[in-house]
T-cell receptor, first 110, second 113 residues
Framework: NAGVTQTPKFQVLKTGQSMTLQCAQDMNHEYMSWYRQDPGMGLRLIHYSVGAGITDQGEVPNGYNVSRSTTEDFPLRLLSAAPSQTSVYFC?????????FGEGSRLTVL | DQQVKQNSPSLSVQEGRISILNCDYTNSMFDYFLWYKKYPAEGPTFLISISSIKDKNEDGRFTVFLNKSAKHLSLHIVPSQPGDSAVYFCAASALGNTGKLIFGQGTTLQVKP
């Protein structure tokens, strides 16, 4: 059972570069979300989706874009990377109740 | 504005004793609360949840208590085991929208043998 799959697991970017973090789930869940984890800040919601074609902003959306063209995929785009976006990113999905998380993507912006 | 707060960054207990982790929230629209456990280099995993229509939920060694008037919930682990050492996050959602879980800062629990 794959669950929630995130790629890449590690990435180093230079300031100003763009990239996309991929997320896929095989549980046919309606809800999908992106979080970032920073020391002392817990998990903060970036963007979320309640179904294909529907997305909304979370707590810290600036500098990130998302789209949800299929139920399975929910990519997170960094338009112009900044050092403040150095973090561990988690994708998650749910249908009701608990969120299921991926293993995380560690991003460093130099 | 932190809507979900875990004011204790860390907690250390002896094996076999009770661990109590606390969480406060400010948004009165929250009606579903969850606890997650996270080991290093892994994603968070679901532990236990409680709906606002209840004040207690048990699952084995884990019990969550909800005090709606105080906007406070707590996680009790009895007895604590060394394998329970991890970061614990509380989270809350409103109107069943679990795609929009709001998390606290986390509490690092260390259970000493």
């Amino acid at each position: 059972n794959a669950g929630v799959t995130q790629t890449p697991k590690f990435q180093v970017l230079k300031t100003g570069q763009s990239m996309t973090l991929q997320c896929a789930q095989d549980m046919n869940h309606e809800y999908m979300s992106w979080y970032r984890q920073d020391p002392g800040m817990g998990l903060r919601l970036i963007h979320y989706s309640v179904g294909a074609g529907i997305t909304d902003q979370g707590e810290v959306p600036n500098g990130y874009n998302v789209s949800r063209s299929t139920t399975e995929d929910f990519p997170l785009r960094l338009l112009s990377a900044a050092p403040s976006q150095t973090s561990v990113y988690f994708c998650a999905s749910s249908s009701w109740g608990e969120l299921f998380f991926g293993e995380g993507s560690r991003l460093t912006v130099l | 504005d932190q809507q979900v707060k875990q004011n204790s960054p860390s907690l250390s207990v002896q094996e076999g004793r009770i661990s109590i982790l606390n969480c406060d929230y400010t948004n009165s629209m929250f009606d579903y609360f969850l606890w997650y456990k996270k080991y290093p280099a892994e994603g968070p995993t679901f532990l236990i949840s409680i709906s606002s229509i209840k004040d207690k939920n048990e699952d084995g060694r884990f019990t969550v208590f909800l005090n709606k008037s105080a906007k406070h919930l707590s996680l009790h682990i009895v007895p604590s085991q060394p394998g329970d050492s991890a970061v614990y996050f509380c989270a809350a959602s409103a109107l069943g929208n679990t795609g929009k879980l709001i998390f606290g800062q986390g509490t690092t629990l260390q259970v000493k043998p």
